[in-house]
């Protein structure tokens, strides 16, 4: 009896010190109280957010917890996912990308128009603006882009008119954009006279065609350019 009590007291005593030790394992790997994923990807599995923050704890630099919780936050809410919606439908009828496609988008804020092209399944979407806005866009200047010669297939951007300098923003879109690639700009909706000083900033391209099109819930006019 008195053997008994004692094997039982000595797997109660392995049992707490292995409890103790996982204890502390857990408080060194600080894993974050919130370990759920966002709850947008259980509803809309098709959509790729991150995965989880108790993801390989280690791995992750303390600064970037704050980073996905404020994105998952904000990929979650109603605007964005209303604004994501609408450039899906605005890419998907360009008809003009393929998964394999290389894409470029400049000046892409927060970077709606990355997400919505990778959720459509491109493989290849990179978006840049003077403000990062990570994991979706990196900092670069729209009017010196840190890429090579014609290294991406189609270039799009919603925001040429807030430029700068237009003549080097395009300049360094067709730059980029390979020789018989796209160039997607879309403007608050234009006359055809804004249409063609537009058309007029490519000086290596020819004009596809310009259309009147709703994006974000704004009339805006969509203009496609092929360089040469
Ligand atoms: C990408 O491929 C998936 C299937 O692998 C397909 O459903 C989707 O329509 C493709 N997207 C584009 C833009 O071609
Ligand atoms: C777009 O709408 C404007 C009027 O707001 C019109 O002047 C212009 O011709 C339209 N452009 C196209 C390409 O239909
Ligand atoms: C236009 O494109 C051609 C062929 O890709 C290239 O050789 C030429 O330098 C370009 N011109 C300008 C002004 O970018």
Redesign the pocket.
């Known amino acids: 009896m008195e053997t008994h009590i004692q094997n039982l007291l000595n797997k109660l005593s392995i049992a707490s010190t292995s409890i103790a030790t996982i204890t502390l394992i857990l408080l060194l790997l600080q894993i974050p109280q919130t370990c759920i994923p966002p709850n947008i990807s259980t509803t809309k599995p098709h959509l790729k957010f991150p995965s989880s923050t108790c993801d390989s704890p280690l791995l992750h630099h303390h600064r970037h917890l704050p980073l996905s919780k404020k994105n998952s936050r904000l990929w979650s809410s109603n605007s964005w996912q209303k604004q994501l919606l609408s450039y899906t439908h605005f890419f998907t009828h360009l008809k003009l990308l393929h998964n394999h496609s290389r894409v470029l988008c400049v000046s892409a804020g927060a970077g709606h128009e990355v997400m919505a092209l990778k959720n459509m399944g491109l493989e290849d979407v990179t978006g840049v603006d003077l403000v990062d806005s990570l994991p979706l866009v990196r900092k670069a200047d729209p009017h010196n882009l840190p890429f090579f010669d014609g290294v991406f297939d189609f270039i799009f951007t919603g925001h040429l008119s807030e430029a700068l300098y237009p003549i080097r923003f395009v300049a360094e879109m067709e730059r980029t954009v390979r020789s018989g690639g796209v160039c997607v700009v879309v403007v608050a909706?234009?006359?055809?006279q804004q249409?063609l000083e537009i058309v007029g900033l490519f000086r290596n391209s020819s004009f596809v065609g310009?259309?009147?099109v709703t994006l974000i819930g704004m009339?805006m006019?969509r203009i496609i350019m092929r360089t040469r």
């Open positions: 909706e234009c006359g055809d249409v310009a259309m009147n009339p006019t």
